[in-house]
DNA sequence: AGAAGGTTGACAAAATGATGACAATCCACC
DNA sequence: GGTGGATTGTCATCATTTTGTCAACCTTCT
């Protein structure tokens, strides 16, 4: 649940952004003064903070300050009166990641807010000439699993499930090959390598860890198939069972 | 009307360039070498110089020193190999306004030199020998932590904390691909070079320093995972998020 | 039914990782 | 050069995770 510290010392206002934020679903807190203001902060950290620049007892600026340097990943947004910035620059060296000024419509300022979320919310901000981030990540979906060969995070519906490197390597072996039938042979040669040659039996169990883990019932398996005397299959489609019955 | 002076030894660079800056509506002049540059530079003072930095005849860092010898008030963005920027603080040290690595997206690019050009044209000139600027650094936050690959600077929650060369340089480039799994050899490959080749257990040593210097929790990272019998990997926010963006 | 093949859970061996101590190396500063 | 401190690679030990094997039992096929 994402929360937001409201900052502000106008109780008109502060109401005014309540109702905005929560209608948003976001639950909101509010201080009237720089001072509560920072021990909010400090006592819960919050998703996000919303600020007025003149505030009694402490800054907005300062606050900007202490805020960054106490947890820089929390996104500031500013709130200030027209007059109030001369300068945009200096604000944005304080810290602050985006500043609204006042008249503003609640919907411009509601996206600002979901925009530095987004930006810097938790995330990490690499800022560099070098572009670091694209990376593809190797993926394979089926039902509600969802694999990430490149992170090593499987998720089913959702939730992650454990799996270890071996797995991700039977697993990865298998989905390239979607439908065909692999025997225990190839996968312990191409899977485990031929150094290694482990008794054939281990190929089964490892299926069974898959099934255990990736399957909505291990024991009627739908995408991690038996040919009955000759190996495996992946079948990530819809199980259209390979029996007859 | 704003001149660009290009100097640039490739062709087909010198055409990007010239293409990209002239649909900008700036004004192209371009140098194929060093002494070239050099010339031009003197015999109609550009507003901004973009410069290779391996060039024949006068290299770009020779180069560099003497346009802001000459003319400080001129901004001057580096292209570069990424190899070739060892130190960034070098090239900050020459008198260079900014830097891009190629290969380069060519909007990132023109925003670069947009922005050499309002920063330093704005400007009075606190000139005297060497007048450095804020050449932008290469940041890393992450919760309350935040790192400055460029001035080799960490703190934590405003605190600063010692880091070392080798561990800065195994940080970035884990920070690098976040998310992805790196393995040790990996590691000791890009991390170590070619030519070092420690022993494996090194990388667990220098995790290790680096989960007891980052993490809140040590013996529980949250951001430097072990994937076990793969490698490592560093996730910065809790974004259950598994998608390339 | 019988045989061949497959499933399953338990378990112990093996692999892998964590950690602290230590020695070699590097470095800045006399 | 020499010296003291910081940095870094290595090692030994311990803890944890992974995984191959086995044995009992279940399915399928003929």
Redesign the interface.
Same mark, same amino acid.
């Given at each position: 649940m994402d929360t937001v510290l409201v900052i502000e010392d106008s109780r008109v206002m502060q109401r005014t952004l309540q109702r905005l934020f929560e209608a948003d679903s976001l639950v909101v807190q509010i201080a009237s003064d720089g001072m509560e203001g920072l021990e909010a902060f400090k006592k819960q950290t919050p998703s996000v903070v919303v600020l007025d620049l003149k505030l009694p007892r402490l800054s907005g600026k300062e606050l900007c300050r202490a805020f960054k340097?106490?947890?820089?990943?929390v996104p500031i947004v500013v709130l200030s009166a027209d007059a109030e910035i001369e300068d945009k620059v200096l604000l944005l060296e304080l810290g602050a990641d985006d500043y609204v000024t006042k008249p503003f419509s609640p919907r411009e300022l509601l996206a600002r807010v979901r925009r530095a979320m987004r930006r810097?919310?938790?995330?990490?901000?690499?800022?560099?000439?070098?572009?670091? #981030?694209?990376?593809?990540?190797e993926?394979l979906v089926f039902k509600d699993v #969802?694999i990430?060969f490149?992170?090593?995070?499987a998720?089913r519906a959702?939730k992650p499930i454990p799996m270890?490197? #071996?797995e991700?390597k039977l697993l990865r072996y298998l989905a390239r090959s979607p439908e065909r039938v692999i025997s225990r042979e190839e996968l312990l040669n191409e899977v485990w390598g031929y150094q290694n040659y482990p008794s054939t039996r281990t190929v089964d169990n490892h299926i069974l860890r898959l099934r255990q883990k990736l399957e909505p019932d291990p024991a009627n398996p739908r995408f991690f198939l038996t040919m009955h005397g000759a190996g495996y299959k992946f079948v990530p489609g819809h199980g259209a069972n390979g029996k007859n019955s």
């Open positions: 340097a106490h947890m820089p990943s810097n919310g938790a995330k990490t901000r690499m800022v560099s000439n070098v572009a670091p #981030q694209a990376m593809d990540h993926l #969802q990430d490149t992170s090593m995070e998720t959702g270890t490197a #071996q991700f």
